[in-house]
């Protein structure tokens, strides 16, 4: 399954939808071979041939639930066996969590979702990987992460801090991730608001969604290709991006020591050596 063509290769997670799908297909119409990974067999289906009507090729397509630290690992062993070389990973899959879960690995889900299974999926593909960019957010603001204690949020639930918490643990990750592996450039980045499939288990959230004026998924993706795309001189590896700039993150997701701590965390969590 090796592309022999010379085009790139850029694997997108949480493809099946919102931001992931909008960015596959944009890539895909750049001529880029895109992978789309998603949880639910029926959506990533249909996002494939999404992209095939736009692109005119329909992409391979790998089912993974990153509540499911072992559909991480096998997701690994698949990529590996079928591709020499992922030119660009984009770690996008994640989810707003409105109620206190636990995963059958034992974490609260948002942390798990959001940032263990990336982090998992990219130690175990570290050397395929060209680029790496990552879905951060804006809500790392609301984020309180303490590294000795990643299912603190379930005490006292707020989906809010949750979610923020998890991605707080996206951008420390980036960074942490070039000091370690200087070898592959790696970036972040904000979407912005945006209206996608987030939390519509909820009437609530589903109609703000609706109603509310959110960020299309393509105006959410610009920055996500944008960052596949640009020239690694024009950019600061291991910084947080939004509309296609620099931006300076909350001080507590840039510190380098919380970074490494988190890391440490994070490779015991889901079994890694350091």
């Not at 409105?98 to 889900?109: A, H, I, K, R």
């Amino acid at each position: 399954m090796e592309d022999l063509t010379g085009r790139r290769l850029v694997v997108v997670t949480g493809a099946s939808s919102g931001i992931g799908l909008a960015a596959a297909v944009d890539l895909a119409c750049r001529g880029d071979q895109v992978v789309l990974v998603g949880r639910d067999p029926a959506r990533l289906q249909a996002a494939a041939e999404q992209v095939r009507e736009a692109a005119g090729e329909r992409p391979e397509v790998f089912r993974a639930d990153f509540a499911v630290l072992d559909d991480v690992r096998r997701l690994a062993g698949k990529l590996r066996a079928a591709y020499d070389r992922i030119d660009v990973l984009a770690n996008n899959a994640g989810a707003i969590v409105l109620q206190p879960l636990t995963t059958v690995d034992g974490f609260e889900l948002s942390i798990q979702a959001n940032h263990l299974a990336p982090f998992l999926l990219s130690n175990l593909l570290r050397d395929r990987i060209g680029r790496m960019v990552v879905t951060a957010s804006g809500a790392h603001r609301s984020g309180t992460l303490d590294p000795d204690d990643l299912n603190a949020p379930l005490r006292r639930y707020r989906p809010i801090n949750a979610y923020g918490t998890s991605k707080q643990a996206n951008i420390l990750f980036t960074a942490e991730a070039v000091r370690r592996w200087p070898e592959i450039p790696a970036y972040c980045f904000h979407p912005g608001v945006v209206r996608t499939r987030f939390g519509t288990d909820s009437r609530l959230v589903a109609l703000g969604m609706r109603l509310l004026p959110f960020r299309s998924p393509e105006k959410g993706a610009e920055t996500l290709v944008w960052l596949a795309n640009q020239d690694q001189a024009r950019l600061v590896t291991g910084g947080y991006y939004h509309d296609r700039r620099l931006r300076r993150p909350l001080r507590k997701a840039a510190d380098p020591l919380l970074a490494a701590r988190l890391w440490t965390a994070s490779a015991h969590a889901v079994g890694l050596e350091e």
